[in-house]
């Protein structure tokens, strides 16, 4: 009966979840009050959920990210990266694919998309008026010539030489088939920001919800798993794979946008033409306009690298890590959620400018120095503004999770999940791998349609229970599952970075489409490589572990 009770709450939430009749982060409230009503479970444990470990390490991460973003030290780090790859029309595109996938590594990939996608449009316009330019030039020499040679030979007839001039210089001289191209590159150039920032989410565990969503849900449904998805280890399993996306997403935005013109578009020995240095004048233009590095931004900069080590160092599993070694039964109470939250209150104590220690060292002679100084506070303000970070935290996603927990924790409780598993034994014949793959194919084709989170919510507490009933890994399937519910290349409307892309104007739903369907296929191509090449050594795939089996006899 409570497994019909919790089965039909999670069935109305997946409908309001994937029509979005009401906002998502309300529709994740009901838990809060329909599992009591019905007899699911207390308020006081569902409530538990919404601010659990995964949930603060969340947080803590989007507070350092809004540092980095309130500091515009992401725009440094991009336009520094862009200048040193250099500006031919592939190299170009692999640095705004590069840089934007680094990025939303650690910041949302919204806000990525949203700061990349201006400077891709700066680029394009101005190599696109110096092209124009160019050939207006070339026009302009050509009509010279002209115009000296008719005035030799008829210095009494003013009239004909006008018409020469006037004549051929109002229309646009570029060819459409130059224009069709120049339009081409234009959506290439736009479409692989979007692309590149829900790739790169996929690297880091803070880096987008759905890779939360994984490390929540395995700390319910299994609480003894010893920590077995942490940054490190999810760092390790899918930077690899992000990286071979990248390079593959890159060389099929190539083919189908620019051409595999290798001498063209790589340059090789061919010297910079006026279009690629207009491009770079851009980018070194930007980059004076945020002038030297402050304080501020080195300081944020140093916060967000110990952050990263902190991370990395805390239970690396080959060695032992620093929460092990300083702190007495350090692994059993430290998480990832410890140092991420440990970053977020510097950030709100360290000072954005350089402090001033002595006053009178000043010179005395300078008078009107001195006063300046005196009026300034003597305390500067800190990195970052509670103003800032409220107006700029993504509360709905924070949401959203703890209503995916509270879910999976009713589910596991109320034995809808073991209910389910049962249901699935007959799923045993069929080889693990092939398992694999199809749940990746279904999930990608979902999440074009529904929130990246919330496909996640409702899919993996399923994938979990299918996995003990037949006796593989849960990680197995759950993996390729959260990673593919990343995979929304296909509709504007998918995932906020394409709806980012898609409002500029210059991609039509049909372009995003076309492309979209092969990097559905290229993500899960990859998946399915990574889980079945280098993910089975790190997470011991092949075993049915000891942890998820306690689970069943509960």
């Given at each position: 009966?409570?497994?019909?009770?919790?089965?039909?709450?999670?069935?109305?939430?997946?409908?309001?979840?994937?029509?979005?009749?009401?906002?998502?982060?309300?529709?994740?409230?009901?838990?809060?009050?329909?599992?009591?009503?019905?007899?699911?479970?207390?308020?006081?444990?569902?409530?538990?959920?919404?601010?659990?470990?995964?949930?603060?390490?969340?947080?803590?991460?989007?507070?350092?990210?809004?540092?980095?973003?309130?500091?515009?030290?992401?725009?440094?780090?991009?336009?520094?990266?862009?200048?040193?790859?250099?500006?031919?029309?592939?190299?170009?595109?692999?640095?705004?694919?590069?840089?934007?996938?680094?990025?939303?590594?650690?910041?949302?990939?919204?806000?990525?998309?949203?700061?990349?996608?201006?400077?891709?449009?700066?680029?394009?316009?101005?190599?696109?008026?110096?092209?124009?330019?160019?050939?207006?030039?070339?026009?302009?020499?050509?009509?010279?010539?002209?115009?000296i040679?008719?005035?030799?030979?008829?210095?009494?007839?003013?009239?004909?030489?006008?018409?020469?001039?006037?004549?051929?210089?109002?229309?646009?001289?570029?060819?459409?088939?130059?224009?069709?191209?120049?339009?081409?590159?234009?959506?290439?150039?736009?479409?692989?920001v979007?692309?590149?920032?829900?790739?790169?989410?996929?690297?880091?565990?803070?880096?987008?919800?759905?890779?939360?969503?994984?490390?929540?849900?395995?700390?319910?449904?299994?609480?003894?798993?010893?920590?077995?998805v942490?940054?490190?280890?999810?760092?390790?399993?899918?930077?690899?794979?992000?990286?071979?996306?990248?390079?593959?997403?890159?060389?099929?935005?190539?083919?189908?946008?620019?051409?595999?013109?290798?001498?063209?578009?790589?340059?090789?020995?061919?010297?910079?033409?006026?279009?690629?240095?207009?491009?770079?004048?851009?980018?070194?233009?930007?980059?004076?306009?945020?002038?030297?590095?402050?304080?501020?931004?080195?300081?944020?900069?140093?916060?967000?690298?110990?952050?990263?080590?902190?991370?990395?160092?805390?239970?690396?599993?080959?060695?032992?890590?620093?929460?092990?070694?300083?702190?007495?039964?350090?692994?059993?109470?430290?998480?990832?959620?410890?140092?991420?939250?440990?970053?977020?209150?510097?950030?709100?104590?360290?000072?954005?400018?350089?402090?001033?220690?002595?006053?009178?060292?000043?010179?005395?002679?300078?008078?009107?120095?001195?006063?300046?100084?005196?009026?300034?506070?003597?305390?500067s303000?800190?990195?970052?503004?509670?103003?800032?970070?409220?107006?700029?935290?993504?509360?709905?996603?924070?949401?959203?999770?703890?209503?995916?927990?509270?879910?999976?924790?009713?589910?596991?409780?109320?034995?809808?999940?073991a209910?389910?598993g049962?249901?699935?034994?007959?799923?045993?014949?069929?080889?693990?791998?092939?398992?694999?793959?199809?749940?990746?194919?279904?999930?990608a084709?979902?999440?074009?349609?529904?929130?990246n989170?919330?496909t996640?919510?409702?899919?993996?507490?399923?994938?979990?229970?299918?996995?003990?009933?037949?006796?593989?890994?849960?990680?197995?399937?759950?993996?390729?599952?959260?990673?593919?519910?990343?995979?929304?290349?296909?509709?504007?409307?998918?995932?906020?970075?394409?709806?980012?892309?898609?409002?500029?104007?210059?991609?039509?739903?049909?372009?995003?489409?076309?492309?979209?369907?092969?990097?559905?296929?290229?993500?899960?191509?990859?998946?399915?490589?990574a889980?079945?090449?280098?993910?089975?050594?790190?997470?011991?795939?092949?075993?049915?572990?000891?942890?998820?089996?306690s689970?069943?006899?509960?």
């Amino acid at each position: 009966m409570q497994e019909a009770k919790c089965a039909y709450i999670i069935i109305i939430m997946a409908v309001y979840w994937c029509t979005e009749v009401i906002p998502l982060a309300v529709t994740s409230l009901m838990p809060v009050v329909f599992f009591p009503l019905l007899g699911v479970q207390s308020s006081k444990s569902v409530c538990l959920q919404y601010l659990n470990d995964t949930n603060m390490l969340f947080v803590g991460g989007l507070i350092v990210a809004i540092s980095v973003e309130q500091w515009n030290l992401h725009k440094r780090i991009a336009l520094k990266v862009l200048l040193i790859l250099g500006v031919k029309p592939a190299l170009l595109m692999l640095g705004f694919m590069i840089v934007t996938a680094f990025l939303s590594m650690w910041i949302s990939n919204t806000a990525t998309t949203a700061m990349m996608v201006p400077i891709v449009q700066a680029v394009l316009d101005q190599m696109d008026n110096t092209e124009y330019d160019v050939t207006m030039m070339e026009q302009a020499i050509g009509q010279t010539n002209t115009v000296i040679e008719l005035e030799e030979k008829s210095t009494s007839d003013p009239a004909a030489v006008c018409v020469v001039s006037n004549g051929q210089v109002p229309d646009d001289p570029r060819s459409s088939e130059e224009k069709k191209m120049r339009k081409r590159i234009c959506k290439g150039m736009t479409l692989c920001v979007c692309y590149a920032a829900s790739i790169g989410g996929t690297a880091t565990l803070t880096g987008t919800g759905p890779n939360m969503v994984l490390k929540g849900q395995m700390n319910q449904l299994y609480p003894n798993n010893n920590d077995v998805v942490n940054f490190a280890s999810w760092f390790g399993f899918a930077f690899p794979n992000m990286v071979l996306m990248l390079v593959l997403a890159w060389l099929w935005l190539q083919c189908s946008f620019m051409g595999l013109n290798f001498k063209k578009s790589w340059g090789c020995g061919t010297e910079r033409t006026a279009k690629e240095k207009a491009a770079y004048s851009v980018l070194k233009a930007e980059m004076k306009k945020l002038g030297p590095i402050s304080y501020a931004e080195f300081n944020v900069l140093l916060m967000f690298v110990l952050l990263v080590l902190l991370w990395f160092s805390r239970h690396p599993g080959f060695v032992k890590g620093w929460a092990t070694r300083l702190f007495p039964e350090g692994e059993k109470y430290i998480t990832d959620s410890a140092p991420a939250v440990f970053i977020a209150l510097l950030l709100f104590i360290l000072p954005a400018h350089k402090p001033k220690f002595i006053a009178w060292n000043s010179s005395m002679s300078d008078p009107e120095q001195t006063e300046e100084d005196i009026k300034k506070p003597f305390l500067s303000a800190p990195l970052l503004d509670w103003n800032v970070v409220q107006r700029k935290m993504p509360w709905s996603i924070v949401l959203l999770l703890g209503g995916g927990f509270a879910l999976a924790d009713a589910s596991a409780n109320s034995g809808l999940s073991a209910w389910l598993g049962r249901q699935m034994t007959p799923l045993g014949s069929i080889p693990p791998w092939a398992i694999a793959t199809v749940l990746s194919l279904i999930i990608a084709v979902f999440t074009e349609c529904t929130s990246n989170v919330a496909t996640a919510t409702l899919f993996l507490p399923v994938f979990s229970s299918m996995a003990t009933s037949v006796k593989i890994h849960p990680l197995y399937v759950m993996l390729p599952g959260t990673l593919s519910a990343s995979f929304a290349f296909m509709l504007p409307v998918a995932t906020p970075p394409n709806a980012i892309v898609f409002s500029y104007g210059q991609i039509r739903v049909l372009d995003m489409v076309r492309s979209g369907i092969v990097m559905n296929i290229i993500g899960v191509f990859c998946v399915t490589l990574a889980i079945n090449t280098w993910g089975r050594p790190m997470f011991e795939l092949d075993t049915f572990p000891a942890w998820a089996n306690s689970t069943m006899n509960q």
